[in-house]
């Protein structure tokens, strides 16, 4: 059982930054994929950007350049800088730990946190 708690989420102008941070309850990150999302009102949830538990990143096209995601496996503690912020990355996001077993798949989310980009 693994919780994640989103926090860092807010308000900003386009141009802005916000850094996104993701607790989890114990310490996964050796087992587990873990990864950013984001849904916004009336789309699909989507894939910002992932940190597998071998340390390889990927990020969607419409962050690369802007948006880093990092881990501090001693604090247990997933983040997303995000950099040169723009209204169409309003959402919410969510933290997300997933680990693929033999007879299924496992997936924690956090409960979201609300990016807002607006002028």
């Known amino acids: 059982q693994v919780q994640l708690v989103e926090s860092g989420g807010g308000l900003v102008e386009p141009g802005g930054s916000l850094r996104l941070s993701c607790a989890a309850s114990r310490s996964i990150f050796s087992i587990y994929d873990m990864g950013w999302y984001r849904q916004a009102p009336g789309k699909q949830r989507e894939l910002v950007a992932q940190?597998?538990?071998?340390?390889?990143?990927n990020y969607a096209d419409s962050v690369k350049g802007r948006f880093t995601i990092s881990r501090d496996n001693a604090k247990n503690t997933l983040y997303l800088q995000m950099n040169s912020l723009k209204p169409e990355d309003t959402a919410v996001y969510y933290c997300?730990?997933?680990?693929?077993?033999?007879?299924?798949?496992?997936?924690?989310w956090g409960q979201g946190t609300q990016v807002t980009v607006s002028s």
């Open positions: 940190i597998t538990n071998g340390g390889r990143i």
């Open positions: 997300n730990a997933h680990k693929q077993g033999f007879t299924r798949n496992y997936d924690y």
